[in-house]
């Protein structure tokens, strides 16, 4: 995790780094990604993901009134 500290913009308090994970993946949690293009229907009634770029989502969340605010991580180029 990164030395970056935020503040709440809702409180004014400090908002703590973390991630979103989503465990519909046999059970094991996955890191959230966005990816770029729109996604179509797939054969079972799924989302078909497009094939674009996928970047990781960091989430920070306020610890004291739960607002949570996510970000696409920037690569390490720019």
Do not use: F, N
């Amino acid at each position: 995790m990164s030395s970056v500290t935020r503040t709440c913009p809702k409180c004014s308090k400090t908002m703590e780094q973390g991630l979103l994970a989503d465990h519909s993946h046999y059970g094991l949690p996955v890191r959230q990604t966005w990816i770029a293009g729109e996604p179509r229907k797939g054969m079972l009634g799924g989302e078909k993901m497009p094939k674009g770029r996928e970047i990781k989502i960091t989430t920070w969340m306020c610890g004291s009134c739960g607002y949570l605010e996510s970000y696409a991580e920037r690569s390490k180029s720019s």
